[in-house]
């Protein structure tokens, strides 16, 4: 951590994430095949060339869906349904600012190693679902089809490369999504840890929300976030040019410092909540899976994502 962040180091930052992106897709790999041996596609009636199922019959289903060879083994008239095919688009962003390259221990991921890998993981997860993904302010449309996280990491690597000839940019205009207008009725997934103040999540949120976009927050935090566990002369110093603060009984805030995060993470699912979008969080000490299943079967619960 450092009081005030250089051009010079911002560039390193920028470096150290794009190096770090082929060892990361690998994680994400396996992350994204555990996810998937639960995960058969959309699974949902509608229009498609796959066959999913047998129902009865109902006065006034369409004719031309019977299947009278299922029907001929039973004394019920039975129909094809056929599994939804009509592919969505997922836009995904994580948050690489520089007080996200933070781990507390040597052998944890920082908090920008996990969201990454959790966006790539997602990404593969999606596209194996048939759907589209983009990075959300990226000027190239949404893609689908096999090595997406590869493509992604790509788009990814260049973001971070262009980053380093503007380190000067404002740290707080990293750390939110870039302010675009994407297509209603999409679907968005932050990744981040949301420490910012909520003001700053509010207009963007409510921006997205009123043409009827749909997303998911998931805040991925330092279990030294979550726990504040220090003791004793503790020096803290800001990684977005917040100063420094020394704290002589550093135990002594612990309980005002955990109520504030509590307060902040409501404040964040209510927000989430009131414009129709979900919020959870991820700790970077938890395995990657059990984060990537709960945010895909949110999107797959979504009666939007079947439309």
Known sequence: MSVAITADRAKAESAAIAGRLPPLLIAAERIAATVTQGVHGRRRVGSGD??????????????KRLDWRQSAKSDKI??????????????????????????????????????????????NVLARAGERV??????????????VAERLADRLQHRTQV????????????SLPPPVL????????????????IEEFRALIERFAARDVR?????????????MPFLGRVRFKGLEREGELLMSRVESIRDQYLNKLDAHRE?????????????????????GAPALLALYQWLAADKRFRA
């Open 50 to 63: 796959v066959f999913w199922q047998h129902r009865p019959y109902y006065p006034g289903d369409e004719l």
């Open 134 to 147: 983009a990075l959300l302010g990226d000027p190239e449309p949404p893609i689908s089809g096999r090595a």
């Open 267 to 287: 404040e964040l699912r209510t927000l989430a909540r009131h414009a129709g979008w979900s919020f959870s969080t991820h700790v970077t000490d938890a395995p």
């Open 215 to 227: 997303g998911h927050l998931l805040q991925v935090l330092d279990p030294a976030e979550v726990a």
């Open 78 to 123: 039975y129909l094809r349904q056929m599994e939804w095919s009509a592919a969505q688009t997922v836009y995904l962003w994580c948050d690489l600012s520089p007080s996200m390259d933070y781990g507390s221990k040597k052998d944890l991921p920082t908090k920008a190693e996990r969201s990454l890998v959790l966006l790539l993981a997602l990404s």
């Open 182 to 197: 994407l297509p209603a009725h999409a679907h968005a997934v932050m990744i981040s840890d949301f420490l910012q103040p």
């Open 163 to 174: 980053a380093q000839s503007h380190a000067n940019d404002s740290d707080a205009e990293r």
